[in-house]
Structures are given as structure tokens and as C-alpha cells.
């Protein structure tokens, strides 16, 4: 190759012919011009560095492809399409850390909440254990297993009157020992509903 080449035309015939020198002439011509204006779209040197470097790896990878009449038009086409993708790629990406950001939260008050459960099934059946016998086995009878104070009443061969004052103990020390839970609940529901 003699010269600088200065026509548009040998340019596109060279670089469509794989020359490296054709198309390193196009490269030094235009690489400054692009970045500028890749820079001004994106605000960052370095994605727009990049923008820069795609286009002219494209460039030479289709350069027997491309149809080109107008290579600084064509060229400029090809930085607002990459810096469009760029921030197609920005926004996916937002989304994508909100969605695992909320997912962990989720997963957060899932846990929190079981552990809530578990302490406070802990702390129903410790207090239901700490019952008086018989106060211990009509309240399971009645909560647990479900039976009416009659038929707890038929079951236990004890008076009905008996069946719901024992009941009614056991719901007295329930609520006495689960005050701080009944708090905790209240100010659970208030922040959350």
C-alpha cells in the first residue's frame, strides 16, 4: 500500500479485502470521534472505551458483509445502537438486583416469621405444661384435640361447670405468660397491615 489512503472508497474496497492497513487507517480516523461521542451518551470512559472497541471488532469480524455508503454515518449508527444495548443491558440489570434484593427480604421475613412461630409454639406448650394436671388435660382436650366441654365433660365423668373452669384457667395462665407475644403480635399486625 503506497501512501495514505484518502478516498472513502479504497478504504471500504481495502478493509472488504482484509486489509489490516485500510482498516487500521479507518480506526485511527475515527476512534476519537466515536469515543467522544460514546462518552457524552454513556458517561463513563470505560463503557464507552468499550462501545468503541465492539464497533470496530464487528467492523473487521462483517467487513465482508456490511453494506456501507457512509462509513462515518455508518459508524455513527453503530455507537447509538451499542449505547442503546448498553442501557437495555444497565436496565435488565436494576432489575434483576432489585429482584434479588426483594427476593432476599422475602426470604428474610420468612425466616424471621419462623422463628417467631417456633418460639411461640415453644412457649404455648411450656405453659401448657406448667398447668395443673387436670387443668393440663381438659384445656389439651378442649384446644388440641378439639372436644366440646360436654364431651370432655361425658369423657372425664365430671360436672360441665368444672369442664369450663379449668378451661377457663387455662386461658387465664396462656394469656398471663403470652403477654409479650400479644404486644409483639399487636405491633407486628400495625406495622404490617
Same mark, same amino acid.
Given at each position: 500500500?503506497?501512501?495514505?489512503?484518502?478516498? &472513502?472508497?479504497? /478504504? *471500504?474496497?481495502? =478493509?472488504?479485502?482484509?486489509?489490516?492497513?485500510?482498516? +487500521?487507517?479507518? #480506526?485511527?480516523?475515527?476512534?476519537?470521534?466515536?469515543?467522544?461521542?460514546?462518552?457524552?451518551?454513556?458517561?463513563?470512559?470505560?463503557?464507552?472505551?468499550?462501545?468503541?472497541?465492539?464497533?470496530?471488532?464487528?467492523?473487521?469480524?462483517?467487513?465482508?458483509?456490511?453494506?456501507?455508503?457512509?462509513?462515518?454515518?455508518?459508524?455513527?449508527?453503530?455507537?447509538?445502537?451499542?449505547?442503546?444495548?448498553?442501557?437495555?443491558?444497565?436496565?435488565?440489570?436494576?432489575?434483576?438486583? &432489585?429482584?434479588? /434484593? *426483594?427476593?432476599? =427480604?422475602?426470604?428474610?421475613?420468612?425466616?424471621?416469621? +419462623?422463628?417467631? #412461630?417456633?418460639?411461640?409454639?415453644?412457649?404455648?406448650?411450656?405453659?401448657?405444661?406448667?398447668?395443673?394436671?387436670?387443668?393440663?388435660?381438659?384445656?389439651?382436650?378442649?384446644?388440641?384435640?378439639?372436644?366440646?366441654?360436654?364431651?370432655?365433660?361425658?369423657?372425664?365423668?365430671?360436672?360441665?361447670?368444672?369442664?369450663?373452669?379449668?378451661?377457663?384457667?387455662?386461658?387465664?395462665?396462656?394469656?398471663?405468660?403470652?403477654?409479650?407475644?400479644?404486644?409483639?403480635?399487636?405491633?407486628?399486625?400495625?406495622?404490617?397491615?
Amino acid at each position: 500500500m503506497e501512501g495514505i489512503l484518502t478516498d &472513502e472508497a479504497k /478504504q *471500504l474496497q481495502l =478493509l472488504r479485502a482484509g486489509d489490516k492497513a485500510g482498516f +487500521e487507517q479507518i #480506526y485511527h480516523q475515527f476512534r476519537l470521534k466515536l469515543y467522544r461521542y460514546a462518552i457524552s451518551k454513556v458517561q463513563s470512559e470505560e463503557n464507552a472505551m468499550e462501545i468503541v472497541q465492539e464497533i470496530f471488532l464487528d467492523l473487521w469480524l462483517r467487513r465482508e458483509q456490511v453494506m456501507i455508503d457512509d462509513m462515518e454515518r455508518y459508524l455513527y449508527g453503530a455507537v447509538k445502537y451499542k449505547v442503546l444495548d448498553f442501557y437495555k443491558k444497565e436496565l435488565q440489570r436494576k432489575r434483576y438486583a &432489585e429482584s434479588v /434484593q *426483594l427476593g432476599s =427480604l422475602d426470604e428474610s421475613r420468612e425466616t424471621e416469621e +419462623e422463628l417467631a #412461630y417456633k418460639e411461640l409454639s415453644q412457649s404455648i406448650s411450656l405453659c401448657i405444661e406448667k398447668l395443673p394436671k387436670k387443668t393440663k388435660t381438659i384445656f389439651e382436650l378442649n384446644r388440641i384435640e378439639c372436644k366440646s366441654a360436654d364431651e370432655i365433660s361425658q369423657l372425664l365423668s365430671v360436672p360441665l361447670r368444672t369442664v369450663e373452669y379449668h378451661i377457663t384457667q387455662g386461658l387465664k395462665a396462656l394469656r398471663v405468660s403470652l403477654k409479650d407475644y400479644l404486644i409483639l403480635l399487636l405491633l407486628f399486625i400495625a406495622t404490617h397491615f
